[in-house]
């Protein structure tokens, strides 16, 4: 038996065995923990909805109840500040009951099923119409920047659902995409999700804490009834 062999201690030499079985297990689980993370997050604790909103009303007649008989107002941001450079849309508000009560019991069915929040009530609804500049005369494409929809301000009712319904079909505009950011991936990029609304009715429900944006309306038009709950991220039961 050569000097070499001899010497060398076998418990060392398992010890070092070990080591590269577990480098090679902590490598693997790093790729597995990666793929997780990015995969996982985009529902993880912002769980996202998506329907069909005409088994609650009548699309087209909505549209033009909101048209003919809401109050129409250029689309703002914050304090009612007008800046079409970050929000360019026409609004058009709607407080009936035809309209509320569906959208309040749309609200209820999607919450029980996938929140669990404990919501109050819901907020007017408003139709939201992006026009492209060839649709109207105008120097910006319709379109809203990355924003969230609500903030937590101590003092005040807080906004922790959110509703976007397509009110005419996808094959009217070009563009117009609404855009959820849903994480940050363990590289640090932003994982985004295309609600990919296509059909009259088409709906999703989201968040109110979650970024999202709409991309610009190049061309033609395109309308959504847009609308919030009030209430907490906690559950009723939290509250029994």
Avoid at 152 to 180: P, W
Avoid at 214 to 219: A, I, L, M, Q
């Amino acid at each position: 038996m050569s000097r070499r062999i001899r010497n060398s201690n076998p418990r060392n030499q398992r010890k070092h065995n070990n080591k590269v079985d577990e480098r090679a297990q902590r490598e693997q689980f790093l790729q597995w923990s990666s793929r997780e993370y990015e995969e996982g997050l985009a529902t993880m604790g912002s769980p996202i909805s998506k329907f069909n909103a005409a088994q609650y009303f009548d699309i087209d007649e909505v549209r033009k109840t909101f048209q003919k008989k809401g109050t129409h107002d250029p689309g703002s941001v914050g304090a009612r500040d007008h800046n079409p450079l970050v929000r360019n849309a026409h609004i058009w508000s709607y407080d009936e009951f035809e309209v509320v009560n569906p959208v309040r019991q749309m609200f209820e069915d999607i919450n029980k099923k996938a929140f669990q929040y404990s919501i109050i009530d819901i907020q007017v609804p408003q139709l939201c119409v992006y026009y492209g500049r060839d649709t109207l005369n105008q120097s910006v494409d319709g379109h809203y920047t990355w924003h969230k929809d609500t903030r937590l301000v101590k003092g005040y009712a807080q906004r922790v659902l959110s509703m976007s319904i397509l009110m005419n079909d996808a094959t009217e505009y070009e563009g117009g995409e609404l855009e959820i950011l849903t994480g940050i991936s363990s590289r640090g990029k932003p994982l985004i999700l295309k609600a990919g609304l296509q059909k009259a009715g088409d709906a999703i429900v989201f968040d109110s804490m979650m970024d999202h944006r709409v991309t610009p309306v190049t061309k033609g038009t395109r309308a959504t009834l847009v609308t919030w709950c009030f209430g907490s991220h906690k559950s009723p039961e939290f509250f029994k």
